[in-house]
């Protein structure tokens, strides 16, 4: 399992599309906040891999790519433990 | 907007892998319990039109082909009003 704390400290970029409580502040974007971590994961690399693509996945295909698997784990730690 | 109540009358395939509460039981699986509403149709359409590949979508891009524009926004409507 990911470290949340070394998630938050990654997180900064993410909140501005998915809010800083991982609530989003934009119609359209998934909130982050509960979501299961292991499925952060698997979107993440999902992105990453160019398993999504369309509207959305412009966006995040770029965010991912700079993410290692460890990035990935902290930051779905991070947003998992999020109430 | 989607209609809750009609999306509930046909959420109980979703809830095999989602849960009846929205929370999946699954690891790996998303929860949807109040996920962003538009995102959710947002979602169900890149499975459907095959925007989303890879293992997660061998599962969801059937699920989606058999769901019209009407199902899904009354599906996002059910799992958004949820708590």
Same mark, same amino acid.
């Given at each position: 399992a990911g470290d949340a704390e070394a998630g938050k400290a990654k997180a900064a970029i993410c *909140? %501005?599309?998915? $809010?800083?409580?991982?609530? *989003? %502040?934009?119609? $359209?974007y998934p909130n982050l *906040?509960?979501?299961n971590e292991q499925y952060i994961v698997s979107a993440l690399k999902a992105y990453k891999n160019g398993e999504r693509t369309g509207a959305q996945a412009m966006v995040m295909k770029p965010q991912a790519a700079m993410l290692s698997d460890a990035d990935m784990e902290n930051l779905a730690a991070y947003f998992a433990q999020m109430k």
């Open positions: *909140a %501005a599309c998915h $809010g800083a409580n991982g609530i *989003a %502040a934009i119609p $359209g *906040a509960g979501q």
